[in-house]
């Protein structure tokens, strides 16, 4: 049986190989598009549109960080800003229709990724991995 460090050493591997390739797979979805500016604009969608410093807070970035990546949003088209209605000197930021797209289309190359890595997997297994990553990200 494996020591306790024994197991957090392969769990700290594994989770850098399972970044590593979204870092990768982010590259294909958009070539001048990082991970860090990719989840920001999905952010953005499970939100309804938010602030820079809302931004800044979920990502535990500083606000020249999230200008700058955001800024690349806009460039790219994939970014807009709207006026916030509850403070008119704010700014809310949404995805463009063509952000909305880009990630419905990188959503849809994800899922098909996981299906077909997951394939042979069982039922309760996927249910298992499911709740060990939900437990995981919430214990933030």
Known sequence: MPTREATLAT????LTAFARRARSKAARVHPKL????????DHMVE???CRATDLACHFM?????VSRQTA???????MVRETDPDDHRGQILRPSEEGL???RDAHEQRRATYEARLADWADDDL??????????????
């Open 11 to 14: 769990i700290q591997r594994e």
């Open 34 to 41: 990082s991970l860090v500016t990719y989840s920001m604009l």
């Open 47 to 49: 939100t309804g549109g």
């Open 61 to 65: 970035l500083d606000k020249s960080t």
């Open 72 to 78: 690349t949003l806009e460039r790219l088209g994939l």
């Open 101 to 103: 797209r880009l990630l």
């Open 127 to 140: 249910e298992r991995l499911a709740g060990y990553l939900q437990r995981y990200n919430s214990e933030g």
